[in-house]
């Protein structure tokens, strides 16, 4: 039941963003500032913990979810180290899918073959 409620609760997020894609004149780039915004903004108010309980990674691999750790490891390190971890927090606490996405970003780019695009 796991895996079908990450299906889901994950599949809707997309479906979602992709509706707002289609009807909307807005940037993907904005698009997905706002997501990780919202998720931050939903994780400071204890929203989205719930969300995270119930569909697991279906709730943290998108957008939102970056958010989310981002948020997360802000309050811990704030808890821990004051204010100072108000700085500090959000990169630790996505410190895992920045090195990931550093990771095969580079290693793509090594295996692919550049083509023009003319």
Request: aromatic letters at 10%; a positive charge; glycine letters at 16%.
């Given at each position: 039941?796991?895996?079908?409620n990450a299906f889901w609760?994950?599949?809707?997020?997309?479906?979602?963003?992709?509706?707002?894609?289609?009807?909307?004149?807005?940037?993907p780039a904005r698009i997905?500032?706002?997501?990780?915004?919202?998720?931050?903004?939903?994780?400071?108010?204890?929203?989205?913990?719930?969300?995270?309980?119930?569909?697991?990674?279906?709730?943290?691999?998108?957008?939102?979810?970056?958010?989310?750790?981002?948020?997360?490891?802000?309050?811990?390190?704030?808890?821990?180290?004051?204010?100072?971890?108000?700085?500090?927090?959000?990169?630790?606490?996505?410190?895992?899918?920045?090195?990931?996405?550093?990771?095969?970003?580079?290693?793509?780019?090594?295996?692919?073959?550049?083509?023009?695009?003319?």
């Amino acid at each position: 039941m796991d895996y079908f409620n990450a299906f889901w609760v994950g599949g809707l997020i997309c479906a979602i963003c992709q509706i707002v894609i289609d009807k909307t004149k807005l940037t993907p780039a904005r698009i997905l500032v706002t997501l990780v915004v919202l998720g931050v903004i939903l994780q400071g108010f204890g929203l989205y913990q719930p969300v995270v309980d119930y569909a697991g990674a279906g709730a943290t691999v998108p957008l939102l979810g970056f958010g989310y750790s981002l948020a997360k490891g802000v309050a811990k390190a704030v808890a821990e180290q004051g204010l100072l971890g108000a700085f500090t927090g959000g990169v630790t606490g996505a410190a895992g899918g920045i090195a990931a996405a550093i990771v095969f970003g580079c290693l793509f780019a090594l295996l692919s073959k550049p083509k023009s695009k003319s």
